[in-house]
Structures are given as structure tokens and as C-alpha cells.
């Protein structure tokens, strides 16, 4: 449990600590920074344990593409692995922007900053301030290693990952010293001590909407928990171990991220930070220039990792996709020499490069965290799905051998209902109309949540400051019926007979908390700006256009699965690559 925790905390650890603390803190949470990591850290617990029961399911290493693949269809494991593609990009993209302006506030004075300002100014309102050069270099260099065939050195991550606990210590220690200084004075202003614009002032300036829309950002800082439920073929135990790890990792992280977000706004006003480069400005802020250059090139060491463990996995979910037939084949092409797929690294690396040069810091990770959220609802749904498909994919190991009681045999879904209402038996065996009854309620309860949730995130939870009149009535009774058709739906859901399965892990609460999970993620996306919801339209109706002239007529699936139904697909590309040493582009990240 130990060194699975470890392995989680070194792939969470890192950028979002440099990144979005001191952004959240200014622009949407205050000091309430710390209740937004709290959210978002139970948000992504619970993911947790629907990644981990996928990894018991689909016992093969790989990602959560491999898991939708292989278990939903081509069309969910296309749009999740699309969806990846974007978060490692981004991830990437964001990292990059963030060592450049790290590295350009606290090592060179804001002089590329000034210069480009003055003389390369992108006055665009969907694009950054300038052209970012450093960080596009950056990724170009790292890219071209990656082409070249090197290697993730386990050794390097290690020393930077030290390197960066004990960054963190030191602002945590910091923050503690600045309590005994001048108390929580910043986090007592009045409206008057406050800059215009700057919300109201006190724990939490900007509300309870600023702390649910700082939450949806601070998704971003627990990217990479997943690492631990891939591991489920390989630890002891894993119905205990994956949780406990689980629960470990995330809470470890969100102490870090709690105490880095609490020191910098007692040591600082929230609406007097930097949030280029918070870290920075406090010992610059409190006279110790020598911390600053200490700390920053700390935090440019703990962004390397991060900026790494974004570019390795990226050739690697393209060159899968495109093996399984969704992508065009030429990224599925490995280079006989450097044994790395060429096309897929160098196409992955110049977008991340040029989103990093022109997108602004705050729009890449709003477009990161919208990923994200959309990818832990979907592998949420999928594995309430899953619970009610009676050939679901399951390991030889986890086969029931329970007696079985068919009581649905021959009932329409019509019957089937009657029988969910009046509390009559419902036996033990799914069927086909059981499976279907059960998909079209989970399609209800989806909708019902994107209404519900998109009507409170943008009403505040129906504030009466918000919405009055007329409209707060209509939402009321549209928020009413929404919430006692889901729990009808729910009712109904919980009656229809599950797979009957003893997998290593297995999520509780099903059907309930799948559904919970999916709306407390619509409710944080529905917090990110319209432009946020562009970007990502765009970026999955040109998925779309692929899929739908390409992957359909290439796709690989049916071919994968033409040997038993119980059985898993045998020709993941993932797997294969996870397995092969020739085509193997990079090294799983750690």
C-alpha cells in the first residue's frame, strides 16, 4: 500500500500546486482556496474508485481508453480517448506556459515579459497577451528527445520529486511562521482594504459560487491519481490496497495543496497576488530575495516532472488509437530505428508547443479541467453500465458461481417495471429487457442531471439575488421535477438485478453514487466560462468529423472481438504496447 501510494502521489503531486493556487485565490476563491481543493479533492476521491473498479475489471494495463474500448464500444472509447489527447496536450501546453513565466518573473526580472509586450502584443481576446517563445521552445526540445527515444529516468523523478516535497515543506513552514507574524489578518479584510472588482473581501470573498467555480479549476491539481487503479494485476490485495491508496494519495495531496493555498493568502492579500508566480512574490513580498531564487528553481524542478509525465503518455494513447483503427494509420507507424512513432510524437508535440505560445495560463486550464471532468463522468457512467450488462467483460477469476434465479425470463420492460413498483422478486439474472430498461433509465438520470445541475451552477442554487420573479419559479419547479424523476429512476434502477461478479474491487453504492459523481462534475464544468465550452466543442466536433469519415470505416473492434463474448478483446493496441518492447514509445509514467 505503501509504494502504491507513493507511485500516486508522485504522478498527482506537482504543477497544481505552482499553478493554481495563487489563480484560484485572485480570481474566483480568496482564501476559501482551501474549502475549492476540499471539493474538488472529494470529487476526484470518488472517480477514484470507478477507475479502480475498471482496472479490476479490465485486469490489463493501459488507461481509461483501454478500459472504455474495450467494455463500452469504439464510440465512448474514441470520445475518451479524443478527450485525453486534449488533457495530456493541454497538461503539456499549461505546465510549459507556467515554467516559462515562473522562470521569467523570478530568474530574469519580467524582462521577456516587458520586451514582448512591448513589441510582440497579441491584442486578441481568445488569445494570450504575447507569444510565449520559452515555453514553446521548451516543448520543442523535450519533444524532440522524446522522438529521438529517450527515456523517463526513474532516478530524475525521484530527485525532482524530493526536491519539490520539500519546496512545498518549506512554504507550508513559511506560512506557519507568517500566522505567528501578523495572524489571519488577510483573510479578515474588509470591502474598503479591497481592490476594486476584487469581490468582497474576507474568507471568502467571491461566495459560495467563487468557491464552487475555483473548485472546478482546482480538478486540474489531482491529475494522474489513475495511475493507481492500472496497477490492479500486479499489487496484493487490490480490493483494499487500490482504495486505501486511493484515499491515501488524495488526501496527501490535498494537505499539500491546502497548506501551499493557506500560506500564500495569510502571507499575502488575495487581491495583491501574482498569480503568474504566487510562490515567488511572497518571500519577495516579505523581504528573503534569497528564497525567491531558492524556491522558484524549485518550482521549476517540480514542473519539469510534471511537464514530463504530460509529454511521455502522449505518442502513446495517439499511436493506440490510431493502431485500433480510430485514428489515421499514419500515427500508428513506429520508426524502425528509434523504435518511437514519429508521427504521433511530432504531431502531439507541436500542438502542445503552439497552444503553450498563444493560449493564455488560465484558458489551458480551464480547457484541462473540463477534460477532465467530462473523462471521470464517463468512466463513472460507464461502470454503472456495465453493473447491469449481463456479458459485461469480467476476469475468468471473478466469475459468480452463485445460484441463479431467473425471475425476469420472458418479462417484457413493461412487466419488469411493474414488478421494480410493487416490491415482487426480481431473481438474480439480468436479460435483454432488464438491460434495456436499465440503459434507458441511466439515459434519464443523465439528462435530468445535466438539466438540474446546469440550472443550479448558474443560478447560484436558485439565489434569489440571481434569478428572481417568474424565472426563480420556473427553475424551482423545473429543479423539482428533475430531482423526483431521478429518484423515481434511481428507485427503478436499484431494483433491476446486477451483474453477478466478485471482482477485486468493486465500487458501493451503485446506482446511486455513479450518478451523484456525474452530477457534482456538471455542476464544477458548468462553473467554466462560455469561451471554455467553445474551445472544447470545437475540439470534439473536429473528433467527430474524424471518427465519422475515418474510424468508422477502419475501426478495429469487431475483429478484436470475434472470440468469446465473456472474454476481453484480445487486440487492444494499449495492451500490446503496454506488453511489446519493439513499438513501445515511451516508458509508463511514474
Same mark, same amino acid.
Request: proline share 5%; net charge neutral.
Given at each position: 500500500?505503501?509504494?502504491?501510494?507513493?507511485?500516486?502521489?508522485?504522478?498527482?503531486?506537482?504543477?497544481?500546486?505552482?499553478?493554481?493556487?495563487?489563480?484560484?485565490?485572485?480570481?474566483?476563491?480568496?482564501?476559501?482556496?482551501?474549502?475549492?481543493?476540499?471539493?474538488?479533492?472529494?470529487?476526484?476521491?470518488?472517480?477514484?474508485?470507478?477507475?479502480?473498479?475498471?482496472?479490476?475489471?479490465?485486469?490489463? !494495463?493501459?488507461?481509461?481508453?483501454?478500459?472504455?474500448?474495450?467494455?463500452?464500444?469504439?464510440?465512448?472509447?474514441?470520445?475518451?480517448?479524443?478527450?485525453?489527447?486534449?488533457?495530456?496536450?493541454?497538461?503539456?501546453?499549461?505546465?510549459?506556459?507556467?515554467?516559462?513565466?515562473?522562470?521569467?518573473?523570478?530568474?530574469?526580472?519580467?524582462?521577456?515579459?516587458?520586451?514582448?509586450?512591448?513589441?510582440?502584443?497579441?491584442?486578441?481576446?481568445?488569445?494570450?497577451?504575447?507569444?510565449?517563445?520559452?515555453?514553446?521552445?521548451?516543448?520543442?526540445?523535450?519533444?524532440?528527445?522524446?522522438?529521438?527515444?529517450?527515456?523517463?529516468?526513474?532516478?530524475?523523478?525521484?530527485?525532482?520529486?524530493?526536491?519539490?516535497?520539500?519546496?512545498?515543506?518549506?512554504?507550508?513552514?513559511?506560512?506557519?511562521?507568517?500566522?505567528?507574524?501578523?495572524?489571519?489578518?488577510?483573510?479578515?479584510?474588509?470591502?474598503?482594504?479591497?481592490?476594486?472588482?476584487?469581490?468582497?473581501?474576507?474568507?471568502?470573498?467571491?461566495?459560495?459560487?467563487?468557491?464552487?467555480?475555483?473548485? !472546478?479549476?482546482?480538478?486540474?491539481?489531482?491529475?494522474?491519481?489513475?495511475?493507481?487503479?492500472?496497477?490492479?494485476?500486479?499489487?496484493?490485495?487490490?480490493?483494499?490496497?487500490?482504495?486505501?491508496?486511493?484515499?491515501?494519495?488524495?488526501?496527501?495531496?490535498?494537505? $499539500?495543496?491546502?497548506?501551499?493555498?493557506?500560506?500564500?493568502?495569510?502571507?499575502?492579500?488575495?487581491?495583491?497576488?501574482?498569480?503568474?508566480?504566487?510562490?515567488?512574490?511572497?518571500?519577495? $513580498?516579505?523581504?528573503?530575495?534569497?528564497?525567491?531564487?531558492?524556491?522558484?528553481?524549485?518550482?521549476?524542478?517540480?514542473?519539469?516532472?510534471?511537464?514530463?509525465?504530460?509529454?511521455?503518455?502522449?505518442?502513446?494513447?495517439?499511436?493506440?488509437?490510431?493502431?485500433?483503427?480510430?485514428?489515421?494509420?499514419?500515427?500508428?507507424?513506429?520508426?524502425?530505428?528509434?523504435?518511437?512513432?514519429?508521427?504521433?510524437?511530432?504531431?502531439?508535440?507541436?500542438?502542445?508547443?503552439?497552444?503553450?505560445?498563444?493560449?493564455?495560463?488560465?484558458?489551458?486550464?480551464?480547457?484541462?479541467?473540463?477534460?477532465?471532468?467530462?473523462?471521470?463522468?464517463?468512466?463513472?457512467?460507464?461502470?454503472?453500465?456495465?453493473?447491469?450488462?449481463?456479458?459485461?467483460?469480467?476476469?475468468?477469476?471473478?466469475?459468480?458461481?452463485?445460484?441463479?434465479?431467473?425471475?425476469?425470463?420472458?418479462?417484457?420492460?413493461?412487466?419488469?417495471?411493474?414488478?421494480?413498483?410493487?416490491?415482487?422478486?426480481?431473481?438474480?439474472?439480468?436479460?435483454?429487457?432488464?438491460?434495456? +430498461?436499465?440503459?434507458?433509465?441511466?439515459?434519464?438520470?443523465?439528462?435530468?442531471?445535466?438539466?438540474?445541475?446546469?440550472?443550479?451552477?448558474?443560478?447560484?442554487?436558485?439565489?434569489?439575488?440571481?434569478?428572481?420573479?417568474?424565472?426563480?419559479?420556473?427553475?424551482?419547479?423545473?429543479?423539482?421535477?428533475?430531482?423526483?424523476?431521478?429518484?423515481?429512476? +434511481?428507485?427503478?434502477?436499484?431494483?433491476?438485478?446486477?451483474?453477478?461478479?466478485?471482482?477485486?474491487?468493486?465500487?458501493?453504492?451503485?446506482?446511486?453514487? =455513479?450518478?451523484?459523481?456525474?452530477?457534482?462534475?456538471?455542476?464544477?464544468?458548468?462553473?467554466? =466560462?462560455?469561451?471554455?465550452?467553445?474551445?472544447?466543442?470545437?475540439?470534439?466536433?473536429?473528433?467527430?468529423?474524424?471518427?465519422?469519415?475515418?474510424?468508422?470505416?477502419?475501426?478495429?473492434?469487431?475483429?478484436?472481438?470475434?472470440?468469446?463474448?465473456?472474454?476481453?478483446?484480445?487486440?487492444?493496441?494499449? !495492451?500490446?504496447?503496454?506488453?511489446?518492447?519493439? =513499438?513501445? =514509445?515511451?516508458?509508463?509514467?511514474?
Amino acid at each position: 500500500t505503501f509504494h502504491l501510494t507513493m507511485l500516486g502521489v508522485g504522478s498527482t503531486l506537482g504543477a497544481g500546486i505552482y499553478i493554481i493556487a495563487g489563480m484560484v485565490a485572485y480570481d474566483d476563491a480568496g482564501p476559501a482556496t482551501i474549502v475549492s481543493f476540499l471539493l474538488a479533492a472529494i470529487a476526484s476521491l470518488l472517480a477514484g474508485f470507478f477507475y479502480a473498479e475498471f482496472g479490476a475489471r479490465v485486469p490489463k !494495463s493501459g488507461s481509461a481508453y483501454t478500459y472504455i474500448y474495450t467494455s463500452i464500444g469504439e464510440l465512448c472509447g474514441f470520445i475518451l480517448g479524443w478527450t485525453m489527447i486534449m488533457q495530456y496536450v493541454i497538461g503539456s501546453a499549461s505546465v510549459a506556459k507556467s515554467m516559462s513565466q515562473y522562470f521569467d518573473a523570478a530568474i530574469l526580472g519580467g524582462r521577456v515579459a516587458n520586451f514582448s509586450m512591448t513589441y510582440m502584443a497579441l491584442e486578441t481576446p481568445l488569445l494570450a497577451p504575447y507569444p510565449d517563445f520559452i515555453a514553446f521552445l521548451v516543448i520543442t526540445l523535450l519533444t524532440i528527445l522524446l522522438w529521438w527515444g529517450v527515456k523517463e529516468s526513474t532516478t530524475i523523478n525521484n530527485v525532482l520529486t524530493i526536491v519539490n516535497i520539500c519546496v512545498i515543506t518549506f512554504i507550508i513552514a513559511f506560512g506557519v511562521y507568517g500566522v505567528t507574524q501578523i495572524g489571519f489578518t488577510n483573510w479578515k479584510l474588509s470591502p474598503e482594504e479591497v481592490d476594486p472588482g476584487r469581490g468582497e473581501g474576507g474568507f471568502a470573498p467571491f461566495g459560495v459560487s467563487g468557491i464552487i467555480a475555483g473548485a !472546478s479549476i482546482c480538478f486540474y491539481a489531482f491529475i494522474g491519481f489513475d495511475v493507481i487503479a492500472t496497477t490492479g494485476e500486479e499489487v496484493k490485495n487490490p480490493h483494499l490496497a487500490i482504495p486505501i491508496s486511493t484515499i491515501l494519495c488524495i488526501g496527501i495531496c490535498t494537505l $499539500a495543496y491546502g497548506g501551499v493555498s493557506a500560506a500564500v493568502t495569510v502571507l499575502l492579500p488575495y487581491d495583491k497576488i501574482d498569480k503568474n508566480a504566487p510562490i515567488p512574490q511572497i518571500f519577495q $513580498a516579505w523581504g528573503m530575495p534569497w528564497a525567491e531564487k531558492l524556491i522558484s528553481m524549485g518550482a521549476i524542478c517540480a514542473l519539469t516532472t510534471s511537464l514530463m509525465g504530460s509529454l511521455f503518455p502522449m505518442p502513446r494513447i495517439i499511436y493506440s488509437m490510431a493502431a485500433d483503427g480510430l485514428l489515421y494509420e499514419i500515427f500508428a507507424r513506429v520508426g524502425r530505428k528509434r523504435k518511437t512513432p514519429t508521427a504521433a510524437t511530432w504531431a502531439a508535440g507541436m500542438l502542445a508547443a503552439l497552444l503553450a505560445a498563444i493560449i493564455d495560463l488560465e484558458s489551458l486550464v480551464d480547457m484541462m479541467s473540463i477534460g477532465t471532468l467530462l473523462s471521470y463522468s464517463m468512466v463513472a457512467l460507464s461502470v454503472l453500465v456495465l453493473r447491469y450488462r449481463g456479458k459485461a467483460p469480467c476476469p475468468k477469476y471473478a466469475k459468480s458461481n452463485h445460484v441463479k434465479d431467473n425471475q425476469l425470463v420472458d418479462n417484457s420492460v413493461g412487466v419488469i417495471v411493474q414488478k421494480a413498483l410493487t416490491c415482487k422478486s426480481m431473481g438474480t439474472q439480468c436479460t435483454k429487457n432488464s438491460e434495456r +430498461l436499465a440503459s434507458w433509465l441511466i439515459v434519464i438520470l443523465v439528462l435530468e442531471s445535466f438539466v438540474s445541475a446546469g440550472i443550479c451552477a448558474k443560478t447560484n442554487f436558485l439565489d434569489s439575488s440571481i434569478i428572481t420573479g417568474v424565472w426563480w419559479c420556473v427553475s424551482l419547479v423545473i429543479v423539482i421535477m428533475s430531482g423526483v424523476t431521478s429518484l423515481l429512476s +434511481l428507485i427503478l434502477l436499484a431494483r433491476i438485478p446486477q451483474q453477478k461478479a466478485k471482482l477485486r474491487f468493486m465500487v458501493w453504492g451503485v446506482p446511486f453514487l =455513479p450518478v451523484i459523481t456525474c452530477w457534482l462534475n456538471l455542476i464544477f464544468m458548468f462553473q467554466l =466560462p462560455l469561451k471554455i465550452w467553445v474551445y472544447f466543442l470545437v475540439w470534439l466536433a473536429l473528433g467527430c468529423v474524424i471518427y465519422f469519415t475515418y474510424g468508422v470505416g477502419h475501426s478495429l473492434l469487431e475483429k478484436n472481438d470475434e472470440g468469446d463474448d465473456d472474454e476481453l478483446p484480445n487486440g487492444n493496441a494499449e !495492451s500490446k504496447l503496454a506488453t511489446s518492447p519493439a =513499438p513501445e =514509445p515511451t516508458e509508463k509514467t511514474t
